[in-house]
């Protein structure tokens, strides 16, 4: 399976940009990258995927690097509505759907 | 419609209970998903759907049994469960076109269990 690693927590104030990383050195070669944020209590929101080029969308960018190893989530304008717990997801399993989370990092963003 | 509905958001039962879990989606996906997550913990996978065929189980103790009756409704029965299975039960889909891994879960709010 696909693993993923996370700082634990980060802070970031507001109107700045949240860059988060996320390790995934084990991904193979067509499995995407995922991220999903969870705010307290809620079920995981879908933010971005990519597999090689960066992505972009009205939420956020993905950065990922040539050697797929690595990936950043850039929140470019993070608000007090951000706050949450966001997981980097190493891609499913090949031939299954098997979407195991990375540990998460809580960021948190300051007035 | 693009929403996952969980029923009910809270339940408490004892040890010797039975009680099901719901969770209903209208958006013509055909994988589902079941997730176990505990405080301040990531959501662990524990069972998958595809194609209303049971296709992954991830080593979880008999006393949760999934059950999807259609392509729309995923249940998790639940008896004999033990104090450490107190969890929000988090529910979701995705579309599985053709087996490709480029795939969106869609999640419901969860169900939060006590077991007393």
């Known amino acids: 399976d696909a693993k993923t690693t996370q700082p634990t927590s980060m802070d970031c104030a507001e109107g700045r940009a949240a860059n988060l990383p996320c390790n995934h050195s084990t991904i193979s070669g067509n499995e995407y990258v995922y991220w999903y944020r969870q705010i307290h209590s809620q079920g995981p929101q879908y933010i971005i995927h990519?597999?090689?080029n960066n992505e972009t969308n009205e939420m956020a960018s993905l950065i990922i690097t040539e050697d797929r190893k690595s990936s950043t989530l850039i929140l470019p304008h993070a608000t007090l509505r951000d706050t949450a717990v966001y997981y980097c997801i190493g891609g499913a399993t090949s031939g299954t759907y098997k979407y195991i989370f990375g540990t998460g990092t809580r960021l948190k963003v300051l007035a | 419609d693009t929403e996952v509905t969980q029923t009910p958001k809270h339940l408490v039962m004892g040890m010797t209970n039975k009680k099901s879990l719901k969770c209903e989606q209208h958006m013509g996906h055909r994988a589902m998903y079941w997730y176990k997550q505990k405080a301040k913990k990531p959501p662990e996978l524990m069972f998958v759907y595809s194609y209303e065929k049971l296709s992954i189980n991830e080593s979880v103790p008999s006393r949760f049994s999934p059950e999807c009756p259609n392509s729309s409704l995923l249940n998790l029965h639940l008896h004999a469960l033990q104090p450490e299975d107190s969890a929000l039960y988090l529910c979701?889909?995705?579309?599985?076109?053709?087996?490709?891994?480029?795939?969106?879960?869609?999640f419901g709010s969860g169900t939060q269990l006590s077991v007393l």
């Open positions: 979701a889909s995705s579309a599985q076109i053709g087996g490709r891994r480029n795939e969106k879960l869609f």
């Open positions: 990519g597999l090689k």
